[in-house]
């Protein structure tokens, strides 16, 4: 299965679908994935960090937080786009029955995996919490064990509530009320973010002198791991979704208008906050948004290579933090030795090399029945 995880692209084909949008498999969505899939890699192997070793420091801190960003909540944007869209026509039952138990295996198998792998490297990047509280469980269960793998836990957080939105949709008859219900709580919870960033600036103007319960709702929305982030996501799905069934999809002055917005937020980012990394950003919603609407919009034909890498993503993903976060995350020889030969060096080699090994496990899972779900 292709990333997002266990969730297939294909429907069946509809005589009146919009212009340009490919029915049977949203091809787009191919482009999303290999993409992505790769930059996140890129991201965690320190590709971004190259030009940085060129003297060109600024493009550095572009490609980390306002491409390398993009990847997750593109995946997002995805993911619950075509559920909402199954949901819509399967019911509770999808979620239930097939959405539901696949996320939490997928959770289960690849956190305890990676809590497993680090104990055996004793890797510095090993997070079972030495005293384990109440807090310290939820924050380690919330996390993925204080890995990438939150993202399941994130994945799973959204794709419930969507799933309960799509239920309490079903009461609601009128798709335009459904459609301006949709933008309300877009609108809320995009502000609750856009408030989360606010409080940066108020503690930062208070200098010495913060205020509690602004430090207190800084640090749990401006924590990487806090599903709380991709909740717009939700909506913009939903939007998305009844847009799409209505044969009304948004016209170039829709597109040019949220190109604007993402630009004007990524400056907004740019010039006022301190962390521009984190996921508590409206930026990237978006700017994912816009993506979601150009695949789905995307007559293009994806190249094999792309196909390929879409539909190992999934694989990519998991099996390459093994590496960048375990095995090659501190003093791994060969590679220090590449990077004094040639600086950036063992970069290029970890990027390649980690993709590479991620690709070849993906084909060996692939392999067998039982282990074709988790890749």
């Known amino acids: 299965m292709s990333f997002p995880p266990s969730q297939s692209s294909k429907l069946k084909p509809d005589k009146n679908s919009a212009p340009g949008i490919h029915q049977e498999k949203f091809e787009g969505f191919d ?4 993409i992505f899939a790769l930059v996140i ?11 940085q070793l060129w003297g060109i420091g600024f493009l550095s801190d572009i490609l980390y937080a306002n491409v390398g960003s993009l990847a997750v909540p593109c995946f997002f944007q995805v993911s619950l786009f075509i559920f909402i869209l199954k949901s819509e026509k399967m019911g509770w039952r999808y979620f239930s029955k097939n959405r539901l138990p696949k996320l939490i295996f997928l959770y289960l198998f690849w956190v305890t995996l990676k809590i497993l792998f680090d104990i055996l490297l004793d890797s510095s990047g090993a997070s079972v919490p030495e005293e384990l509280t109440f807090r310290r469980g939820i924050e380690f269960v919330v996390s993925g064990g204080n890995s990438p793998f939150y993202f399941f836990f994130s994945l799973l ?3 419930t509530l969507a799933a309960v939105m799509v239920a309490f949709f079903k009461n609601v008859e009128n798709p335009s009320t459904r459609l301006k219900l949709s933008y309300g709580l877009f609108i809320v919870s995009s502000c609750l973010m856009l408030v989360v960033s606010a409080m940066n600036l108020v503690n930062s103007s208070l200098g010495e002198n913060p205020i509690k319960i602004a430090n207190i709702i800084l640090n749990i929305g401006q924590w990487d791991y806090n599903p709380l982030n991709f909740i717009p996501y939700i909506f913009t799905a939903a939007i998305t979704v009844h847009e799409f069934n209505q044969k009304n999809f948004p016209q170039k002055q829709k597109l040019y208008g949220m190109l604007v917005l993402f630009l004007a937020f990524t400056l907004i980012d740019w010039r006022l906050s301190k962390d521009i990394l984190h996921y508590s950003r409206i930026s990237l919603v978006f700017g994912s948004w816009l993506l979601l609407y150009l695949a789905l ?4 034909k994806p190249p094999k290579i792309i196909r390929f890498l879409s539909s190992y993503s999934l694989g990519i993903y998991a099996f390459h933090l093994f590496f960048t976060h375990a095995l090659f995350l501190n003093n791994f020889y060969p590679l220090n030795e590449l990077a004094e030969f040639m600086p950036g060096l063992d970069i290029v080699v970890k990027f390649f090399g980690t993709l590479a ?7 060996v ?11």
């Open 357 to 363: 090994i991620s690709i070849v496990l993906t084909l």
């Open 31 to 34: 482009f999303i994935r290999a």
């Open 297 to 300: 919009l995307s007559t293009h």
């Open 365 to 375: 899972f692939k392999g067998f029945p039982g282990l074709r779900v988790i890749v």
């Open 157 to 159: 957080f959204v794709t």
């Open 41 to 51: 890699l890129g991201d965690h192997a320190k590709l971004f960090l190259l030009p």
